[in-house]
């Protein structure tokens, strides 16, 4: 059973970096943050679970059928995450590429504490064996100022290299058209790995850091034990509202100007830019059937196609996708009947997976999965887990990796730039040595 007390955070001292700040001292950590962007079908501004009074931790073999007994069980919040790799457990499948990182392949947890930023409320959702740290909690968290658990001895910083090297990509990615122009698949996601291997970070430092330079609406901070990882993540997978479900993918890329002209400009040309609408029609019209599984007929819509939103770093082409699912249908089957995500795999999906493991170098696990919660009634909202940094701190490994989407109108320079444009934040940040 779980207690909850809410207080106003007007002038009170409380802050989101402290919360996060004072997180970290726990075991299992779940933030996800919406950095105040204006999200219709958010239920939140940030969420925050910590410490796991039971847990979920599953191989690929009955991953779902695993996660919907918990939910059933539990019958509470519950937060975690699932990787790409979980593909495996729908389809026959497999995934043979390196792993640096050894993520099970899906975890999920039932937090003791719960703490919800609405505006300026704080909502605390305790269990009841923790119930009398509430009061102590708020009260900690308007006066301490941020500090860091993690101690990092200063060093010449990660060393970051590439799994696949410029050839190398430039070669896939015309091995990926030619299966496009002999019709094997219309688009596909193509994915490459940026590593370091014997080094250590301090991760509430970098996803600090990561989310300054980003601002993204779907950040988020995981940390289990030794894993960690670190969003920035603008894409939302899909989102489940009493009897509405919401998807909205992302497909189509600019860079931004400092110059407001050229901003503009650039914007306006991602706005019409044929290749990049095309991709991103492709994926809505992936997303419309996977939805249409489960939704009472004609009810599935497109309220928006192709609007080009700006944040931080970068222009997005992104599309809202919405159906109303059928009465009774158990959330985590929606989940399972939708995943992965159409804007991470291609068209047809399962054709496109085939060929992403052929060609890729590096096992995706987190990277292109997905990270939310459940609520007790069945709502649920997860992210697209994207523009993130992963970290093992036991194998002292670091990794991110970066995509696009080919299509027939695909050049590799031009895909290749895109992904270092990507990638950008991620390597400033890890290579910022005042960190370490």
């Known amino acids: 059973m779980r207690i909850e007390r809410q207080f106003g955070i007007k002038d009170s001292g409380f802050t989101k970096s402290k919360l996060l700040a004072w997180a ?7 933030w996800l943050d919406s950095n105040d962007h204006k999200d219709p079908y958010g239920q939140f501004d940030a969420l925050l679970a910590v410490g796991a009074h039971t847990h979920l931790t599953t191989g690929v073999v009955g ?20 990787t790409y790799d979980l593909k495996n457990d729908l389809e026959a499948l497999k995934s043979a590429n390196a792993d640096g990182l050894g993520f099970p392949d899906l975890f999920f947890f039932q937090p003791l504490k719960i703490i919800r930023l609405k505006g300026e409320t704080i909502t605390f959702s305790y269990l009841e064996p923790v ?21 990092i ?4 910083g990660p060393k970051i290299r590439m799994r696949i090297f410029k050839e190398t990509y430039f070669s896939r990615v015309r ?6 122009h002999r019709g094997d698949i219309y688009e596909a996601n193509f994915c490459q790995e940026f590593f370091a291997e014997r080094t250590a970070i301090d991760p509430y430092l970098v996803y600090t850091r990561l989310n300054e330079l980003s601002m993204p609406p779907f950040a988020s901070f995981f940390k289990r034990s030794e894993l960690f990882l670190m969003c920035a993540s603008p894409e ?11 998807s909205q993918p992302i497909k189509g890329t600019a860079r931004r100007s400092v110059a407001k002209r050229e901003d503009e400009l650039l914007k306006l040309q991602l706005q019409h830019d044929e290749k990049e609408r095309s991709e991103n029609i492709m994926i809505v019209d992936l997303v419309r059937n996977d939805l249409s599984k489960h939704a009472v007929k004609n009810s599935v819509r497109v309220p928006e196609l192709c609007k080009v939103y700006s944040f931080k770093q970068v222009h997005q082409m992104i599309s809202t996708v919405t159906a109303e699912i059928l009465p009774g ?6 989940l399972q009947d939708t995943f992965p995500m ?22 995706r696990g987190l990277y292109s999965g997905s990270l939310g919660y459940f609520s007790p009634e069945g709502d649920f909202d997860f992210n697209v887990v994207i523009r993130s940094i992963l970290y093992n701190a036991s194998r002292r490994f670091v990794s991110y990796s970066v995509g696009s989407a080919i299509t027939a109108k695909a050049t590799p320079a031009k895909e290749y730039e895109e992904c270092l444009l990507k990638a950008r934040a991620m390597r400033q940040v890890l290579e910022q040595d005042s960190m370490l």
């Open 131 to 151: 119930v009398n740290e509430l009061e102590a909690d708020f009260h900690t968290l308007c006066k301490e100022e941020p500090v860091s658990y993690y101690r």
């Open 236 to 246: 939302r997978y899909l989102c489940k509202t009493g009897n509405t479900l919401i």
């Open 329 to 334: 249908t158990d959330p985590v089957t929606v």
């Open 153 to 156: 001895d200063p060093g010449e």
């Open 63 to 82: 991953a779902f059928e695993s996660l919907r007994a918990y939910r059933r069980k539990t019958r509470d919040w519950i937060f975690g995450y699932l």
């Open 175 to 180: 091995e990926m058209l030619n299966h496009i």
């Open 342 to 363: 159409g804007s991470m795999t291609g068209a047809p999906k399962l054709s496109a997976m085939k060929i992403i493991e052929k060609l890729e170098a590096s096992k």
């Open 24 to 30: 970290q001292q726990y075991e299992e950590i779940a």
